[in-house]
């Protein structure tokens, strides 16, 4: 491949198309939803979406004709806060033109925020945090009746394990089932444990229909979702917490997330599961083995560090240290040698000095993952960091070291991705290239994705590729055969 052409399909990522087939025709509302942050906040806009539709909302693309606009938002870091502002002044300069559009803010900035959001943005009516969803159709009404409308009641038990979801620009190939919610580690830095609450686990059996119903409906491939997905427990219902409490019956036939993995991997054998996202405190050699013995579980983990220094990961709280991430990195690779792992990674955390930011790096060089999120200690308020230490790591160190960390996360994913080249590996198609019209796009097992010419092939296909070319985010081949359709 010559290397204009190369250039032209490199830093591929996936896109969907839109494909909302839950829109009914005596729906006469429009919602304009938009999500921000994690997977999970995407996963419960079409939980969300589901729940309007039976209030006589049908979702759309346009937000100049939209009754009810909602926003669903992160409070990771400061800048995912800043990003929903100022999508809230483009509503506003909408809704000057249509005053009788209503404006909603969800998710973990509604519940950080509370009713404080509507004396700081004007413009929004409603705000609903992430356990108060199946509140929407009162609140609504609220809304409706000239009233602003405010939920952010966090819930001890809600799944959302009976909400069967709209599917929210959706390539018709990939899903998100969500398993659990909440999350009890308090890592000092982060905030889910207050907007998200406590960790609690969907009934197994609702994950297996939904599962059932997405095959059934022509998906190809899951990923289960949850704030710490090794945490999943279902003894029952209640809070992870509480199982200590539970009947002697209750324990005996309770279910862990490698019985959970087995029994959605043996449900649906020719169905890709994923999961995300992983704690390296929680994840045990079970899944692992689990992993290792089921095909159609892909060969991927993202397992978060945030720092490679065990002075820092202890001032996080992150309940590892760095030996122990090493033995369970030692473990996945002994018993999945051809998994991929990705990571967190959090630079400039107060008290950082050089020689933590140089364990951090070493790490790095351990593993040498084969991608990876990074990012610059961002404070956020309330948490156990913004009250007991000062955010005392300069600006332009944090950027100093954040650039390094990224340099070296690019070397590591261009030699990960060098080393499939020459392979057949088996690819499902998600779309069209982002690139290039002529090619598809697609991720093979370890979730890199690959780009090759379309020729004979359609959206859902599993096709095998060869794999000719790569750049440090992109496996560049050719299709040799078709493995395998339903």
């Avoid at 990003?83 to 559009?101: C, H, Q, S």
């Amino acid at each position: 491949m010559m290397q204009n052409e190369t250039e032209k399909i490199i830093d591929e990522k996936v896109q969907g198309t839109t494909l909302n087939l839950d829109n009914k025709k005596d729906n006469t509302r429009k919602l304009y939803i938009e999500s921000y942050g994690c997977q999970m906040n995407f996963s419960d806009s079409e939980i969300v979406a589901s729940i309007l539709a039976k209030e006589g909302f049908n979702t759309t693309q346009e937000l100049a004709e939209a009754d009810l606009v909602l926003v669903n938002t992160c409070s990771i870091r400061e800048k995912a806060e800043q990003t929903v502002r100022k999508r809230l002044e483009k509503f506003n300069a909408v809704k000057r033109v249509n005053p009788g559009m209503k404006v909603g803010v969800l998710g973990c900035m509604a519940e950080r925020l509370k009713s404080k959001f509507l004396e700081e943005e004007k413009i929004v009516d409603m705000v609903v945090g992430p356990d108060a969803y199946k509140d929407l159709p009162n609140l609504i009404q609220e809304i409706d009746e000239g009233r602003n409308a405010v939920n952010v009641i966090l819930s001890k038990d809600e799944t959302y394990g009976d909400v069967a979801p709209v599917r929210l620009n959706s390539n018709g190939v990939t899903a998100f089932v969500s398993i659990t919610r909440g999350c009890d580690n308090m890592c000092t830095f982060c905030v889910v444990p207050f907007t998200r609450g406590r960790e609690r686990s969907r009934n197994p059996q609702s994950i297996l229909e939904e599962v059932n119903d997405l095959w059934n409906k022509g998906f190809k491939e899951i990923t289960l979702l949850g704030q710490n997905v090794d945490s999943y427990l279902w003894y029952g219902g209640g809070l992870k917490k509480d199982f200590e409490k539970a009947t002697d019956m209750q324990k005996a036939t309770s279910v862990n997330f490698a019985k959970l993995l087995e029994m959605v991997a043996t449900a649906q054998p020719k169905m890709r599961i994923r999961f995300s996202t992983s704690n390296p405190q929680d994840m045990t050699l079970d899944v692992i083995d689990t992993m290792a013995k089921f095909e159609n579980i892909c060969k991927y983990i993202h397992l978060p560090v945030q720092s490679g220094s065990d002075r820092i990961l202890k001032e996080m709280n992150r309940l590892h240290t760095r030996q122990e991430y090493f033995t369970l990195i030692d473990n996945i690779k002994a018993r999945i040698p051809d998994c991929a792992i990705s990571q967190d990674m959090i630079t400039g955390f107060p008290t950082e000095t050089e020689e933590d930011h140089q364990d951090t790096l070493s790490l790095m060089e351990y593993v040498k993952y084969d991608f990876g999120f990074m990012f610059a200690y961002s404070e956020r308020p309330g948490t156990l960091a913004a009250r007991k230490l000062e955010d005392d790591i300069p600006e332009d160190i944090k950027k100093r070291r954040l650039t390094e960390i990224i340099n070296l996360q690019q070397e590591h994913a261009l030699y990960r991705t060098q080393q499939h080249v020459g392979k057949v590996e088996e690819v499902l198609i998600e779309g069209t290239s982002k690139k290039s019209d002529a090619h598809w796009m697609g991720r093979n097992t370890q979730n890199t994705v690959v780009v090759f010419p379309k020729e004979n092939y359609k959206v859902g296909d599993f096709v095998n590729v060869k794999i000719n070319d790569c750049t440090s985010a992109t496996l560049l081949g050719e299709a040799v055969e078709l493995s395998k359709n339903n």
